[in-house]
């Protein structure tokens, strides 16, 4: 099994930053792609960025030139750093990664943290 872990979320005014980090642990042979996802109220997940095995990123529209990834390959950690944030990137974020467990290709899947919740307000 592999458990995600992140951290970093809470209350912070319009135009602050927040910095969350995910950690992965567990049996993990190799980890290709990790993101991260926000759920705002509503019934729809969207992606909020990805960050592939060569480095290469994908913004979405809404957070471009505000909100950058990261990744730790020797700590199997992702960041997402948050700045002039806004009261609509409230919601929660969702760490997720694609990751083998041995050799096999079958052995890929995607896992999901349990969900930070960022709260933007005055």
């Known amino acids: 099994q592999v458990q995600l872990v992140e951290s970093g979320g809470g209350l912070v005014q319009p135009g602050g930053s927040l910095r969350l980090s995910c950690t992965a642990s567990g049996s993990i042979f190799s980890i290709y792609v990790m993101a991260w996802y926000r759920q705002a109220p509503g019934p729809s997940r969207e992606l909020v960025v990805l960050?592939?095995?060569?480095?290469?990123?994908n913004y979405a529209d809404s957070v471009k030139g505000r909100f950058t990834i990261s990744r730790d390959n020797a700590k199997n950690t992702v960041y997402l750093q948050m700045s002039s944030l806004k009261p609509e990137d409230t919601g929660v974020y969702y760490c997720?990664?694609?990751?083998?467990?041995?050799?096999?290709?079958?052995?890929?899947?995607?896992?999901w943290g349990q969900g930070i919740q960022v709260t933007v307000s005055s």
């Open positions: 997720n990664v694609e990751a083998s467990r041995t050799a096999l290709a079958t052995s890929v899947h995607d896992y």
């Open positions: 960050i592939t095995s060569s480095g290469s990123t």
